[in-house]
Nanobody
Framework: VQLQASGGGLVQAGGSLRLSCAAS????????MGWFRRAPGKEREFTAA????????NYADSVKGRFTISRDNAKNLVYLQMNTLKPEDTAVYYC???????????????????WGQGTLVTVSS
């Protein structure tokens, strides 16, 4: 599967952005999907994920209550709605896909086989 992330940009603190990740292939509905981010000078970190079935979600504590992950299987899209953005949310955001139909939503980068190219989100103070 190929992934293409988009929707990044420059936004003021307190603002909102919606990231999109378009996936190729006919089996998108069987993939668990995740969003990760890498801030300048930091390691890549888990942000949010959604299960391949049942629409279960998981969030990093740092974004819980502000970010929402969702998916549209008919359009092969996964979204990350980001509200109340903070300067510390500044990062390159990556979408990722896991094909193994795990019961537990994976949060480690190594559990995802496919990655998009990343989209930059910059939050100004």
């Amino acid at each position: 599967v190929q992934l293409q992330a988009s929707g990044g940009g420059l936004v003021q603190a307190g603002g909102s952005l919606r990231l999109s990740c378009a996936a190729s292939g006919r089996t998108f509905s069987t993939y668990g999907m995740g969003w990760f981010r890498r801030a300048p000078g930091k390691e890549r970190e888990f942000t949010a994920a959604i299960s391949w079935i049942g629409g279960r979600t998981n969030y990093a504590d740092s974004v819980k209550g502000r970010f929402t992950i969702s998916r549209d299987n008919a359009k092969n899209l996964v979204y990350l709605q980001m509200n109340t953005l903070k300067p510390e949310d500044t990062a390159v955001y990556y979408c990722a896909a896991d094909s193994e139909r795990k019961v537990v939503i994976p949060t480690a980068p190594a559990e995802y086989e496919y990655w998009g190219q990343g989209t930059l989100v910059t939050v100004s103070s």
